[in-house]
């Protein structure tokens, strides 16, 4: 994916971009607000996609210390029932998508190892949620795997 962005246009963009990858912008929020429309929308996807996962990758902005969810954006044919994440990881980075989501058929909303290397890999927050599907059972990440709080706005 390196020789996809533009490094000698963009003098901060290949050092962001590092960033991500090592996980340390974790520190540039405290507070996640995620759009009440975007968890209607993760939950009515899960419950389709059952008993398949989804994956979509999340869109959002830090602004004062806030990281604020805006947007999912979906990939073509990312429901399986081996893994969605994983074909995830293999797409190139969309400009504006900071993290993940994806669903967990079952009752268990921890990473599984795979999703911890994917974390570790892509953006900095990350969403999983698992049945029932519904706000309660929606967990979230950094890129550590260390579990998050966030607010629905
Ligand atoms: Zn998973």
New binding site residues.
Partial sequence: MADRIPAEDNPGILDKFIGYLLGNDKRDFQEVHIDAGIIDEIISIARESHPN?FAALLEGKIKVNTLKIQGLVFLPGETSNQGA?MQTFMKPLITGTIGSV?S?PGYNAS??K??LYFFSKNGLFHL?IAEPYDEHSIRAYDSMGAEIRFKII
Avoid: G, Y
């Fill in positions: 996962e994440v994806h967990h990473p599984s795979a999703d999983i």
